[in-house]
């Protein structure tokens, strides 16, 4: 016997999708920080939203009620306000409840009657909940950070092909000088030895010095390089 299959995220219902499936706010005393939510039509019908929270006083959203047109979508900015004091283990209990139905074509939000999002209507409700999560802003700053890296190794193209390209170029330059840095230590001790010149230890430990540096460079060179 199969397992049954595990019931669908709440975030993806048949009338619309949210993009993302919480709300994450960077928290700092003092400053108010923002969330925005991308809310999807996957019908061929006019679908109404409406936003709800546990929190009203802390929060700020625009639109809070809203019509979305077949196979469209909207964007709904969460504003969370300033705060006095830090919430215990920066863990937030908040919830926002976002409610969707049909509504008759070419519907506007102004036309919406007062009772279209009240379950004892009669009409059908879907509702997807979202818990709340706060960042601090060093982690917050971090993930931007990861991000612009990975943006930089892909290129402007989004491969990473070129990123890769390029420090196989570099490290074969590197190569390319240790080599030459040897061919010109050989070919001075050579011509030392034959002359006697007692300046060769000299001269012989500066080049010992660069060669040093090369290879140095090269290591470091070919441990960033990422593997194919």
């Not at 939510?37 to 936003?51: D, R």
């Not at 909940?129 to 290129?155: C, F, H, I």
């Amino acid at each position: 016997m199969t397992a049954a299959a595990p019931p669908p995220s709440n975030t993806i219902n048949q009338l619309i999708s949210v993009l993302p499936d919480e709300l994450n706010f960077p928290f700092e005393l003092e400053k108010q920080s923002f969330c925005d939510l991308k809310v999807i039509n996957n019908t061929e019908n006019y679908v109404a939203f409406k936003v709800k929270t546990t929190s009203p006083k802390k929060y700020f959203v625009r639109p809070n009620t809203g019509v979305v047109l077949p196979g469209d979508s909207c964007v709904i900015r969460v504003t969370l306000q300033a705060q006095r004091e830090y919430p215990p283990d920066m863990q937030c209990k908040d919830k926002f409840l976002l409610q969707s139905t049909i509504v008759a074509p070419n519907t506007d939000v102004d036309d919406l009657p007062q009772d279209t999002f009240n379950k004892e209507s009669g009409r059908a409700l879907e509702e997807c909940k979202l818990r709340v999560v706060y960042v601090s802003p060093a982690t917050a700053q971090g993930n931007l950070d990861d991000e612009s890296t990975r943006s930089s190794m892909r290129g402007p193209d989004g491969n990473s092909n070129q990123a890769l390209q390029r420090l196989k170029e570099e490290r074969d330059v590197a190569v390319r000088q240790t080599q030459q840095l040897q061919q010109e230590l050989d070919l001075i001790r050579r011509r030392r030895y034959r002359k006697g010149d007692p300046g060769f230890s000299f001269t012989f430990a500066i080049f010992v010095g660069l060669i040093g540096i090369m290879v140095g460079l090269l290591f470091n060179l070919l441990s960033s390089s990422p593997t194919t």
